[in-house]
């Protein structure tokens, strides 16, 4: 019945992504994230499903010619570069087979996210794909939030089964991605009780799961983005008091295991896993130093390990968005890589800084507030864990670009539809 339902749902918005092919990023943005298929059990398990919409979404373009303009400035350029140093790096990579089945799989998801800065551009496209966004990884944080409390926290929250989130540590660090996405639309929803009720209680048991998940990456996400919630609430000591509050709960709820896991982050000497991620970390700025391109994706291998890392009894990947791109696409790469981060914080900073125009709904100042959020969790959780290419943070960087393309506050008049974009009929 799974099956036949989740099939119905896809395919029946086949018609509509070619009448509005801008449905064709929210549906393609649902499969990525939610993985829908992967809660059947029969036939629809292992369906292309997102391939499908994607090749949709393509003739739906040719079918349905528009005027589309991509935004321009220096995020996007740095962008484009990074992406053709990719291609350069997959060119010249250690293990090239290897390496171009993994620039294979991230030009797709870069290729969707460049038509998402192309179809989502209105403010009313962007709240959908929001929504879309939180309602995909909420279902699994609510549910991981209900499972961590009705089993004390004594096991691991998991994510769907062969998707980027299906460890505990990728679903931890994405469900903190969210989090501030849902306090967005938390606060633009406050008059209406239901949403009032069902955003909080998201919320509530999101933040439970990150902890659940017993992901220590999680945990220095969820403190750094408790210092950064402080630090720019106008309410510190209230602040402050609620997350000492919580800090106490969730020592006197989770088991010993638990804490345990969370205090080998200072006695990372004695864990074998945290030490296999240092010998990774110097494995990537060696190579690095000692190839311009880096190693080009997939360069983890005992050969390469024997150069690089022959301190190292674990041959593991770096387990770090920084350290992760450093062995791929060596320093210039990370360079850009991090200009693209810092451009997109910078952008995000001005926003905020420019306040809500009066009256507005929307509040972009608010949204680029929690995108900056979702940043800290990010930059944070990520120092842990190999997301360099997962679709949700470029979704951010995209959507952080559009936000400023329609609240650019160094516009003498702000518009909320760009020149040239397509007018509904």
Not at 314 to 335: C, E, K, M, N, T
Not at 354 to 367: H, N, Q, T, V
Not at 391 to 417: F, K, M, N, T
């Amino acid at each position: 019945m799974r099956d036949l339902l989740i099939t119905f749902l896809i395919l029946g918005s086949l018609p509509l992504i070619i009448w509005r092919p801008y449905i064709g990023i929210l549906v393609w943005s649902w499969i990525s994230y939610m993985n829908p298929h992967r809660q059947a059990w029969g036939f629809a398990y292992d369906m292309p499903f997102a391939q499908i919409v994607a090749i949709t979404l393509m003739i739906a373009l040719v079918v349905n010619p528009q005027k589309l303009r991509l935004p321009w400035n220096g995020t996007i350029a740095i962008w484009l570069l990074f992406l053709a140093w990719m291609g350069l790096t997959t060119m010249v990579a250690i293990h090239p087979s290897w390496a171009m089945t993994q620039f294979t799989t991230v030009v797709k998801i870069q290729l969707v996210t460049f038509l998402t800065l192309l179809l989502i551009n209105t403010q009313e496209r962007i709240q959908q794909l929001i929504w879309v966004i939180v309602v995909s990884i909420g279902f699994y944080s609510f549910k991981g939030g209900i499972f961590t409390l009705m089993t004390g926290g004594a096991f691991r929250v998991y994510g769907p089964a062969g998707s980027n989130i299906s460890e505990n540590n990728a679903l931890a660090l994405a469900t903190l991605i969210v989090v501030p996405l849902m306090v967005y639309l938390y606060q633009i929803h406050s008059r209406n009780k239901w949403m009032r009720y069902g955003l909080g209680s998201a919320i509530f048991f999101s933040v439970i799961s990150a902890i659940g998940s017993q992901s220590r990456g999680a945990l220095i996400a969820l403190l750094a983005v408790g210092v950064f919630f402080w630090w720019r609430s106008q309410s510190k000591i209230i602040t402050g008091i609620g997350a000492v509050f919580l800090a106490g709960v969730i020592l006197m709820v989770m088991p010993e295991s638990w804490s345990e896991r969370m205090n080998s982050i200072t006695n990372y000497q004695e864990d074998a896993s945290a030490m296999g991620r240092i010998h990774a970390w110097q494995y990537s700025m060696a190579i690095a130093n000692d190839r311009l391109t880096g190693g080009g994706f997939n360069s983890w291998s005992a050969d390469t390990y024997a150069i690089y890392a022959p301190q190292s009894q674990l041959r593991v990947v770096a387990h770090s968005i920084y350290f992760s791109v450093i062995a791929d696409h060596g320093w210039p790469g990370f360079v850009m890589f991090a200009s693209i981060l810092f451009l997109t914080w910078r952008r995000l900073s001005r926003l905020h800084s420019a306040g809500d125009p009066p009256g507005d709904e929307f509040r972009p100042a608010l949204l680029a507030r929690m995108l900056q959020v979702s940043m800290v969790a990010y930059l944070s959780g990520g120092m842990f864990l190999s997301l360099s290419y997962f679709d949700l943070p470029w979704h951010i960087i995209a959507i952080a670009v559009l936000l400023s393309e329609l609240y650019d506050p160094r516009q003498p008049a702000v518009s909320r539809r760009r020149p040239g974009d397509p007018q509904e009929p």
